[in-house]
């Protein structure tokens, strides 16, 4: 059954998104594994559609925060208002009080409202005025960003990019697919009929069975050998934390889950290895002349060179 909920879910979200599936299925695994997900790429190639189609696809609550630079964390968080009808103060919840959360182009508010969805991102919960506000479950927040947009931007500090699970780049469509874009234009009418084909139960569901899928110890010490690799490489100023490590457990757990099975593969390391970590270690070349790229080039190196188990 639960195959089948998977399947259901990734062909509805498929039907509006006609970019690339693997941009789907990281999707999927950070719903699964129960992180966050930064989708960052060029305007115009559906981060937005993607979000907002994953969300439309889960019978739960949704909702969209534009972020741009007078957004206060207030405006995320909610904030506490008097009724003169009891004379007391009564908090009204902000959208960060939703199931999934769409936080658009996330690196154009001021790194003081970034840091107010971090203790949401990390804690499942909300402090305000000295009072904590636990978040309902399933709680995944979907942010997207422009990497090549530098006025008017605020970058994200690596405690933030530490929080999410993985960094999508969702890339051009092929051109069969563009076609169909062109001709059926999927983000106007089929996105806004989209229907829910699961419940949020069924999203809790899978994402208690993710950790009983079995890690053999040959896995565990694969994950281990590729992050104290990047730890010793002399490529990277910063290496994988051990939360980057768990990260990538996880992740690989979704993953075999998405793809059917009860056991973790190579593969599904692999597969995610670059997703999960490329964003919390940093290149000492992109440092020295801002080569975006440079980082991804040492971890596929790293990736290349370590011996992984039969």
Avoid: W
Wanted: net charge negative.
């Amino acid at each position: 059954m639960a195959n089948q909920s998977i399947e259901r879910l990734r062909d509805n979200v498929r039907t509006v998104f006609l970019g690339h599936a693997r941009a789907v299925d990281l999707l999927l695994v950070g719903l699964i594994a129960r992180g966050h997900v930064l989708i960052e790429d060029v305007p115009g190639v559906g981060k937005t559609v993607l979000a907002r189609a994953l969300a439309k696809s889960i019978e739960c609550r949704f909702s969209r925060i534009q972020l741009t630079p007078d957004l206060l964390p207030g405006d995320v968080l909610g904030v506490s208002v008097f009724d003169s009808k009891t004379s007391q103060f009564e908090f009204k919840p902000g959208p960060v009080f939703a199931n999934i959360i769409l936080a658009d182009e996330i690196n154009r508010t001021t790194p003081r409202t970034q840091s107010a969805l971090l203790e949401a991102m990390s804690e499942e919960q909300v402090s305000v005025e000295n009072q904590t506000y636990p978040l309902k479950r399933p709680f995944m927040v979907v942010a997207t960003q422009n990497p090549f947009e530098f006025e008017g931007t605020y970058h994200l500090p690596e405690n933030q990019l530490d929080r999410f699970l993985l960094r999508i780049a969702v890339g051009y469509p092929e051109r069969a697919s563009e076609h169909r874009i062109l001709t059926t234009q999927p983000s106007r009418g089929a996105l806004e009929n989209l229907e829910p084909v699961m419940k949020a139960a069924d999203v809790i569901e899978l994402q208690d069975r993710a950790p009983e899928t079995k890690l053999d110890p040959a896995i565990v010490d694969y994950i281990l050998d590729l992050v104290e690799a990047t730890r010793e490489s002399d490529e990277l100023h910063l290496g994988v934390s051990p939360r980057g490590a768990l990260a990538l457990t996880q992740a690989s757990q979704a993953s075999a889950l998405l793809n059917g099975r009860d056991y973790v593969t190579p593969d599904d390391v692999k597969t995610l290895f670059l997703p999960v970590c490329a964003h919390r270690v940093i290149s000492k070349t992109y440092l020295h002349n801002g080569d975006a790229n440079a980082t991804d080039r040492v971890l596929q190196a790293i990736l290349d060179r370590t011996a992984s188990p039969r």
